[in-house]
């Protein structure tokens, strides 16, 4: 019998495999489309997700999921499994309201300290490393102030590194104009961006895919010692074959996770792109 249960929501985007395995209590979090309701990862796969995505001529919309979702999670493990406590790991908060949806929850419940809701302050692998981490200790007996120590002393070493492919998410989602998204897709220009700490910005922009793959991977090479590794794509798995062929030495591809990402990373950066989410040593 575990003590401890992990929870964490879709945008994880940990395959479900190895959710399965480490015993991960995913929630999904919700899609629209119009007026049309999925739940991520359950009525929408990421590839059904790129052909809706596709075919839209409005970006869908993103929402956290409902509270009752994290009462019904909590509820399971805390009293139909019989753990002593919860340990629940999310999206950055600043980014998404998944963190107050959680947190709301556990207020609910008759002892809401036996709920620790962390922000990992990333998204997609980059928290789902720290995630998986937490389900390998718990896994192994581990205490619930000792899988919650475990997860804060991993978001320090998480990264995500990606590239944008296309402008057209960002002019859609109102963060460029038509004229930038324009301008920038004649010229080819790659943003790319980075995840840490919550904050996310865009460290360069390059020309062309070939020198913005390169970007990234020297990019990565310079993080020192990885511990673990996924590469993803938003539907471009011949870019990302070419990604993980130049990212050859840096991480052995046998234990190199690659994957499609999900619908909250693929929302905001668009059909086309590319990255890279990784847990570092502890002394990188």
């Known amino acids: 019998m575990r003590r401890v249960g992990v929870v964490t929501d879709s945008t994880a985007d940990i395959p479900v495999r190895l959710a399965s395995e480490l015993e991960i209590h995913v929630v999904p979090c919700q899609v629209f489309f119009g007026e049309k309701l999925y739940r991520d990862g359950l009525d929408l796969t990421p590839e059904s997700f790129y052909k809706e995505l596709a075919s839209s001529s409005e970006l869908p919309r993103t929402s956290q999921p409902a509270v009752s979702s994290f009462v019904e999670a909590y509820h399971q493990l805390l009293e139909q499994e ?5 340990v629940s790991i999310h999206v950055a908060g600043n980014l998404s309201g998944t963190l107050n949806s959680a947190w709301a929850a556990a207020q609910t419940l008759p002892e809401p300290s036996r709920i620790k809701v962390l922000d990992s302050g990333q998204v997609s692998m980059g928290m789902g490393w720290a995630v ?4 390998r200790l718990a896994q192994r007996g581990g205490t619930g102030d000792e899988v919650a120590d475990l997860v804060w002393r991993c978001v320090p070493r998480l990264r995500t590194v990606a590239m944008i492919d296309t402008l057209e998410n960002l002019y859609k989602g109102g963060r460029i104009s038509q004229f930038s998204a324009t301008i ?13 700490a919550g904050e996310l910005s865009v460290w360069a922009r390059v020309r062309t895919r070939s020198r913005a793959l390169d970007a990234l991977v ?12 996924a590469a993803l794509h938003a539907d471009a798995e011949e870019l990302l074959d070419s990604l993980v062929s130049r990212l050859h030495g840096a991480f052995p591809r046998e234990k190199m996770l690659v994957l499609p990402a999900g619908s909250a990373l693929t929302t905001h ?10 847990l570092l040593e502890p002394d990188a």
């Open 82 to 86: 019989h753990c002593k406590s919860v």
């Open 269 to 278: 950066l668009g059909l086309g792109a590319v990255g890279v989410c990784a």
């Open 184 to 196: 920038g897709s004649a010229l080819q220009i790659k943003p790319l961006v980075s995840l840490q």
């Open 218 to 229: 020297d990019r990565v090479r310079g993080w020192g010692k990885v511990a673990e590794m």
């Open 132 to 135: 998986v981490e937490a389900a």
